[in-house]
C-alpha cells in the first residue's frame, strides 16, 4: 500500500468517524427521549427529526433549535387550517373554540423562538418553562373542545405538535 493510498483511506476512516458519531447523537438522543417518555417512541423521534436533514450533524442543543424549527412550521401550518375551518364554520361556539386554539398557535410561534433563543443563550431553566407553558397551551385548546362535548377538529395536529415540544422539552432537560 503507498503512503497516499494510506492517507486516503485514513481521511475515509476519519470521515466515517465523523459521521457515524454526529449520526449517532441523534440517536442516543432519541433513544433518551424515548426512555423518558412514555407517549414518544424512538422511531417516532427519528422521523421527527427528518424534517430538517440538520439534524443529524448537530449536537443536543442544535436538536432542541431544530424541533423548535419543526414545531413553528407545524403551529404556521395548524393556524392556516384554524383560519380555512373558521371561515367554512357555521357553529358560534365551535368557531369560539377554533378561535381560541389559534390565539394559542400565534403564542406557541412567539414563545418557540424564545426558547430556541434561550437554548443559544444558556437560559435552559426559562426554555424547560416556555416549553411547558406551549404544551399546556395547546392542552387548553383541546380542552375547549371537551367542555363543548365534540371531537377535537384539531385532533391530529394538536397530538402532533404536542409530542414536537415534548421532544423539544425532553432534550433541553437533559442538557
Ligand atoms: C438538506 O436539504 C436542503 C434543502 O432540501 C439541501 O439543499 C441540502 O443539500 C441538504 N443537505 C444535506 C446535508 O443533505
Ligand atoms: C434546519 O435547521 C437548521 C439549524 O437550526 C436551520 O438553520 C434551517 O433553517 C432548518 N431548515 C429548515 C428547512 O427549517
Redesign the pocket.
Known sequence: MTMRHRQALSCLALLFILVSSSASILDDTCKSVAARNKDISYNYCILFFQA?N?STTADKC?LV??AT?ITR?EAASTRNRIDALMASGTDKKVNGCLSECRVHYTIALNWLEAAAKGIESGNLQDAEVTLRGVILGIDTCEEGFRKLGIKSLLAAEDATFTAGCSIALTITSML
Open positions: 430538517n440538520t442544535g433549535v431544530i424549527k412550521a
